[in-house]
């Protein structure tokens, strides 16, 4: 971005028993908490929702499918597979085929339900 939140920003997916949520992490000392969330819806809305608005339907369905294609990619190594289960049986949900759940989920993604869960769940105001 064009703004010095702090030394360490960044962005993940989190799912916590269940509950999937994305995760700004801001870590500085210039401004207050409640300015560093006001910055972050800021660039919500006027980044992240025209980026999304830009894209077509094709590209949503090229990134959707390259995600559901490599949820199916087989762990590389001992410490991948463990790690997966592992968080499996902490997610206390033991969904065993889950990689092929949520590649089937993605290949349903529509353009429309990005603009949605944007709306409704990432917006400052949102419903959710």
Same mark, same amino acid.
């Given at each position: 971005?064009? @703004? /010095?939140?702090?030394?360490?920003? %960044?962005?993940?997916? %989190? =799912?916590? *028993? +269940?509950? $999937? %949520?994305?995760?700004?992490? $801001? /870590? +500085?000392?210039?401004? *207050?908490?409640? @300015?560093?969330?006001? =910055?972050?819806?800021?660039?919500?809305? *006027?980044?992240a929702r025209p980026l999304l608005e830009a894209k077509t339907e094709a590209e949503v369905q090229e990134v959707a499918g390259s995600l559901a294609e490599a949820r199916l990619t087989r762990a590389q190594g001992l410490a991948e597979a463990v790690e997966r289960n592992l968080a499996e049986l902490m997610s206390r949900q033991l969904q065993w085929d889950r990689p092929r759940v949520e590649s089937d989920a993605l290949r349903r993604v529509r353009r429309a339900d990005v603009l949605a869960l944007l709306e409704r769940g990432m917006l400052a105001g949102g419903p959710e």
């Open positions: 971005t064009k @703004q /010095q939140l702090g030394y360490i920003v %960044s962005s993940l997916a %989190s =799912r916590t *028993e +269940g509950v $999937v %949520s994305m995760v700004f992490v $801001v /870590q +500085g000392a210039v401004l *207050e908490p409640g @300015q560093v969330l006001g =910055r972050v819806d800021t660039f919500l809305e *006027e980044v």
